[in-house]
């Protein structure tokens, strides 16, 4: 049994990971595991088409949170702050830093029009730079239950949260995930106008395609902090109706074998 979020396996992704410092020999021996796995579970039905060409044996079960995880305590949806700014959160791995890059034009403007405005990045990037800075996640909290509880006791830092994608195909098979975890957060949250987003604009995500785009919907949210409130409101709601890991069958028909 093998288990993919993201494409690891075709020759465009490949060249693109080792770019960015991936080893090529892991991501080969990933290949071979997933070639001779009996199933690959894998969150996307794009992600699915692109793992077909190494095996065949394919089963779309998209992502879930564990609200064991998220739920305790229930964060709040608005911040209780005294400080002016707008503070917004951007969180990922290494491998985002070309879709970081989509905001610093964004950024850029609004230090230049003076408004109160702070994007603080977790993962991300190695260095803070002069449109945003990092928080470190503190030794022994990356395995993720104690980086969700980090996250956690961190919710007061920021306003509203936000999910960069460049319109790539590598990035178009990748899930939601980030907007469900943010929305647990209890952060509202503004993403890429792509792939795995789209679909979300229904449940609260707001989109945004353009500089201009990302300027509004930012600048919409510095004018009045609960601009976004209903948005999160009924991201919260989708999220807990239907992508939380409370009802498991899904996982334990892939496993099994039984979802055909």
């Given at each position: 049994?093998?288990?993919l979020d ?13 770019s960015q ?7 080969e021996t990933m290949k071979r ?5 009996d ?22 079960v ?9 739920t ?7 911040r209780?702050?005294?400080?002016e ?22 950024f850029a ?12 990045t ?6 803070d ?6 928080l ?10 104690e980086?969700?509880s980090?996250?956690?006791?961190n919710r007061h ?5 936000v999910a960069?994608?460049?319109?790539t ?6 899930s ?7 929305t ?5 949250t503004?993403?890429s ?13 707001r989109l945004?395609?353009?500089e201009?785009d990302w300027?509004?919907a930012l ?8 601009v976004?409130?209903?948005q ?16 498991s ?5 892939a496993?099994?074998g039984?979802?055909?």
């Amino acid at each position: 049994m093998a288990e993919l979020d993201d494409d690891l396996l075709t020759d465009a992704a490949v060249d693109r990971l080792v770019s960015q410092g991936y080893d090529h020999v892991r991501l080969e021996t990933m290949k071979r595991l997933v070639k001779f796995a009996d199933r690959v579970i894998v969150s996307t039905p794009t992600l699915a088409t692109s793992v077909r060409e190494v095996n065949r044996s394919i089963v779309v079960v998209p992502n879930v949170v564990d609200p064991e995880l998220w739920t305790r305590p229930r964060p709040m949806l608005v911040r209780e702050s005294s400080d002016e700014s707008l503070r917004v959160l951007y969180m990922g791995s290494w491998t985002h830093a070309g879709d970081l890059d989509l905001l610093r034009p964004v950024f850029a403007r609004f230090i230049a029009e003076g408004r109160p405005i702070a994007l603080e990045t977790v993962g991300i990037a190695d260095h803070d730079e002069g449109w945003f800075e990092r928080l470190d996640i503190p030794a022994g909290r990356g395995n993720y239950p104690e980086f969700v509880s980090w996250l956690m006791d961190n919710r007061h830092r920021w306003d509203i949260a936000v999910a960069p994608l460049e319109d790539t195909e590598f990035n178009a098979q990748k899930s939601d995930l980030k907007f469900l975890e943010y929305t647990m957060l209890g952060l509202p949250t503004i993403a890429s106008d792509v792939g795995p987003y789209k679909p979300m604009a229904a449940h609260g995500l707001r989109l945004a395609r353009t500089e201009e785009d990302w300027h509004a919907a930012l600048s919409e949210a510095l004018g009045d902090r609960s601009v976004y409130l209903s948005q999160a409101v009924n991201a919260r709601e989708y999220v807990e109706a239907n992508r939380t890991l409370t009802d498991s069958h899904r996982w334990i028909n892939a496993i099994m074998g039984r979802d055909r």
